[in-house]
Nanobody
Framework: QVQLVESGGGLVQPGGSLRLSCTTS????????MGWYRQALGKQRELVAQ???????DYTDSVKGRFTISRDNAKNTVYLQMNSLKPEDTAVYYC??????????WGQGTQVTVSS
């Protein structure tokens, strides 16, 4: 059973920064992609950022230039650095990992609230 443990959410003022972390219970090399999704109240879950085993990174348009996804292979951890946060970034953020059998694994979610 694969576990993804997230941390780093919280309350931040507009313009502030947060860094989310997601650590896997299985070697990060067993996944072809890892990423972060978010789900705001009353909205569908959306992909925010993703990194592949080939080190390619993709971002949804609304976070380009503000968010950065990175990985530390030795720690089996993926990070999401979020800068210049806006109220519309408020959501529950979920870590996702997809293995080479196209199975998806999810973290428990961490709340990010951007408010003054």
């Amino acid at each position: 059973q694969v576990q993804l443990v997230e941390s780093g959410g919280g309350l931040v003022q507009p313009g502030g920064s947060l860094r989310l972390s997601c650590t896997t219970s299985r070697t990060i090399f067993s996944f072809k992609a890892m990423g972060w999704y978010r789900q705001a109240l009353g909205k569908q879950r959306e992909l925010v950022a993703q990194t592949t085993s080939g080190r390619k990174s993709d971002y949804t348009d609304s976070v380009k230039g503000r968010f950065t996804i990175s990985r530390d292979n030795a720690k089996n951890t993926v990070y999401l650095q979020m800068n210049s946060l806006k109220p519309e970034d408020t959501a529950v953020y979920y870590c996702n990992a997809q293995d080479y059998l196209d199975l998806d694994y999810w973290g428990q979610g961490t709340q990010v609230t951007v408010s003054s």
